[in-house]
């Protein structure tokens, strides 16, 4: 078996190169430049892990599963784009290097590339491949449209919210470990395994991605926080905030999402102020290890020896110890 570090060290080097040899430059350099910001490569390590259950090549489906970081980094170009965001893993997005319209032609191609690098799997496999990341990529846009409806909407219930965040961000890590099975030639039930145990622990990663936008230190986030506070976004926090908040603290709310042209610290410092009076931060955290405990269990559900689970266990664990 391969270890996790190796497995990132052959993603890195597959990513870093990609020949670009298609003109004109200005097209695809911000495809490379998105590329070479790093970032922890999750979804082609979970590809590469899951195919490293069942066998011992993993280096032989290389280009499927940077087909899956190319195809989230266009999302996340987009994704820049429609939220004004300034950062991306702590340096400028596309469109503020660049300007929006580079960012959405270099996106539509990244989607592109991310389909030509789909198609390198074994052909017997490529109809099962392609029908999966297909409908993955269906579900990640039906995600980004209830996340954009939600903007209009103040009756957001907290079941919509898990949907949301399963569609957009937790299908595509599902995705991601349940193509390692199929190329690794895995039982269709363990395959299905693994798919639901990704749903859950990308749920578990989104949840913990709202608490740091909040919590976390931009340093080691890479953007920077209260994103989320100053745009109103209906996040798990803000949703259950208002759910849980008595008149007063009800009221404040209220008054600061109406609030044209507040001090933005003045805002972020007084909404994280409710939050911890009213005890989202402890709702959040309990929420986020009840996503990450349903998915182990799942994990040790597939039929393969405990040792065998090891390394794909131990990475998952690894990735949701984000610093706060």
């Known amino acids: 078996m ?23 430059k200005e097209l695809y350099e911000p495809i490379k430049y998105v590329l070479s910001l790093g970032g922890k490569r999750i979804r082609p390590m979970l590809t ?47 469109h503020r290097k660049w300007n929006a319209n580079t960012a959405i032609l270099s996106g539509d191609s990244m989607l592109v590339l991310a389909f030509q690098q789909i198609a390198q799997c074994k052909p017997e496999k490529l109809k099962q491949v392609l029908d999966l990341f297909t409908i993955t990529a269906l579900e990640i846009g039906e995600g980004q449209q209830y996340d954009m409806d939600f903007e209009n909407r103040n009756d957001v219930t907290e079941e919509e919210y898990i949907e949301m965040i399963r569609l957009k961000t937790s299908v595509l890590l599902a995705c991601s470990v349940k193509m390692g099975a199929i190329l690794a030639d895995a039982p269709e039930k363990d395959a299905e395994y ?64 109406e609030c044209e042209n507040p001090d933005p610290q003045e805002k972020i410092a007084a909404i994280t102020e409710l939050y911890n009076e009213i005890g989202i931060d402890k709702l959040a955290a309990d929420k986020i290890n009840f996503f990450f405990k349903e998915g182990l269990k799942l994990l040790e559900k597939v039929g393969v020896d405990d040792d065998r689970k090891q390394e794909l266990l131990s990475y998952t664990k690894e990735m949701m110890k984000r610093e706060y």
């Open 194 to 257: 693994l798919y639901q145990f990704g749903e859950k622990i990308g749920l578990a990663f989104q949840l913990q991605d709202d608490f740091l936008d909040v919590y976390g230190d931009s340093k080691v986030f890479g953007k920077a926080i209260g994103g989320d506070i100053l745009a109103n976004k209906k996040t798990y926090m803000l949703i259950n905030a208002f759910n849980l908040a008595n008149e007063q603290q009800a009221k404040l709310l209220d008054n600061w999402m």
């Open 2 to 24: 391969v270890n996790s570090n190796e497995i990132l060290k052959l993603i890195n080097h597959y990513l870093d190169h990609i020949p670009y040899d298609r003109k004109p």
């Open 48 to 94: 590469l892990l899951a195919y490293n259950l069942f066998k011992d090549d993993p280096q032989s489906i290389l280009p499927t599963a940077c087909a899956i970081e190319t195809y989230h980094n266009y999302t996340l170009l987009h994704d820049d784009l429609m939220d004004n965001a300034d950062l991306r893993r702590g340096h400028m997005t596309v």
